[in-house]
């Protein structure tokens, strides 16, 4: 009863007209058999994949390749892995400190990454790891760096709050922060001319935060390619999203920007958005986009949360064995005749091993030294001649 209740009032927070998606991780059919790995064969997405805010709905047919359904199936189960990791290594005291992990929503970091192409530009918050693999890291410097270790992908002095890459602007800790900075780097696309978008993600416990709608307001102002992306877990940390929110149907909060929700748990349905996404901004230049993902994240918020406090073991198990975005795409691969249940599973090994060398070179990488407590505070060639230190008479020269 108290579920059926909950749902009740989920449903009183939507507009007038606005349904939720369906979240399922295996209803799209596939209507035209693969032949080969690189040739493209046609799916159809379930018709609830997507629900729309003054836009037109996606093309629900996609064409796709099994060489690209194996990458993404690879690709998830090692995210995963590399979460996995994390996880044990923070239980063992290795990683100290905030450790925020996605496992459960790599649907979304991987589909994202299969929807958009290599110069344009993700930020997103601290929920990052995925992220900065795909956009161009290595799970040993992800890994490293939360061990505080030197092969991290900042030296391992900055934590998972801070790593980046030439396309990745970082998984950011101030709450929703991230997002009018995203929007000032579509800006900066813009007014270079680049053919370019940037993809400023944030979740629904930031959406409620003024500096979200301060970016909106200029992003629209100025018809800026900035993709607004909320993934929606279900709790703000450990708040349901129809306690904090007046308005849960999170794409349609942007005013005069349009928006699409998607099922975040079928990464077939996620890249499909994204790659509709892109074009919406660069291609046909109308400007911003608000995408929701309906997503869920199996652990708590940090690894300091039980996550079970705010929710039942029951409601984690049934989404874990319903709506697993790897079995789901697991189910495809294996129904439509892509992939047997034995190449599938010599994939998860080997995403095993990567990730187990991973954290073996991770943590064999020595600690930063004291030294280095003064490099890489400016970015190279543009380091003053001089620096003030600790104290008013304290001076590191270069």
């Known amino acids: 009863m108290a579920s059926i209740a909950r749902n009740i009032r989920a449903a009183r927070r939507l507009p007038l007209g ?8 295996d209803t799209t059919e596939l209507r035209q058999s693969p032949s080969n790995d690189s040739q493209p064969f046609t799916l159809k997405l379930h018709e609830d994949s997507f629900q729309t805010y003054q836009c037109e709905t996606p093309d629900l047919e996609v064409q796709i390749t099994k060489g690209e359904l194996l990458q993404m199936y690879s690709e998830m189960q090692t995210m995963r892995r590399m979460e996995m990791a994390a996880d044990a ?3 063992a005291k290795l990683i100290r400190g905030f450790c925020h992990l996605a496992i459960g929503q790599e649907a979304v970091s991987v589909g994202l990454e299969h929807g958009i192409q290599k110069d344009d530009r993700v930020i997103t ?12 890291g290595t799970i040993k410097g992800v890994l490293a760096e939360l061990l505080g270790r030197q092969a991290g992908m900042s030296h391992g ?19 929703g922060a991230q997002v009018p900075v995203g929007a000032g780097a579509a ?5 270079k001319g680049e053919k370019n978008c940037t993809f400023a993600l944030y979740g629904d416990g930031a959406s409620n935060q003024g500096q979200v709608f301060e970016a909106f307001n200029m ?13 929606n877990n279900k709790y703000g940390m450990g708040t349901p999203a129809e306690r904090s929110s007046s308005n849960t149907a999170y794409f349609t909060r942007g005013d005069k920007i349009p928006g699409l929700q998607v099922n975040g748990m079928d990464i077939i349905a996620a890249r499909r958005a994204v790659e509709y996404a892109r074009k919406w901004a660069v291609d046909d230049d109308k400007g911003p986009l608000l995408l929701e993902f309906v997503t869920y994240r199996y652990g708590g918020h940090s690894m300091s949360d039980p996550g079970t406090t705010y929710r039942t073991r029951e ?43 991973a954290v073996e070179e991770a943590k064999a990488s020595p600690e930063p030294l004291v030294k280095d407590l003064w490099s890489d505070i400016y970015f190279k060639g543009t380091e003053p001649p001089v620096m003030r230190g600790r104290e008013r008479e304290e001076v590191h020269r270069y």
């Not at 601290?126 to 795909?134: D, G, I, K, Q, S």
């Not at 801070?162 to 396309?167: A, N, R």
């Not at 629209?220 to 607004?228: S, Y």
């Not at 789901?328 to 091993?353: F, H, I, P, S």
């Open 157 to 175: 002095k900055g934590g998972s709050m801070h790593i980046f890459t030439p396309s990745f602007f970082g998984g950011n800790g101030i709450v």
């Open 219 to 231: 992003a629209k102002l100025w018809n800026l390619p900035t993709i607004f992306v909320c993934e």
């Open 18 to 25: 606005v349904r939720g998606v369906k979240t399922s991780a």
């Open 125 to 136: 918050g601290y929920r990052c790891h995925p992220f900065a693999v795909l956009r161009g």
């Open 315 to 357: 409601e984690v198990q049934r989404m874990r064995s319903t709506q697993d975005p790897i079995r789901g795409l697991q189910r495809y691969l294996e129904e439509w005749g892509v992939a047997t249940e034995q190449e599938l599973k010599a994939l998860d090994k080997e995403a095993k091993v990567v990730v187990d060398k």
């Open 187 to 191: 800006f900066a696309q813009k007014y």
């Open 89 to 91: 290594l923070y239980k």
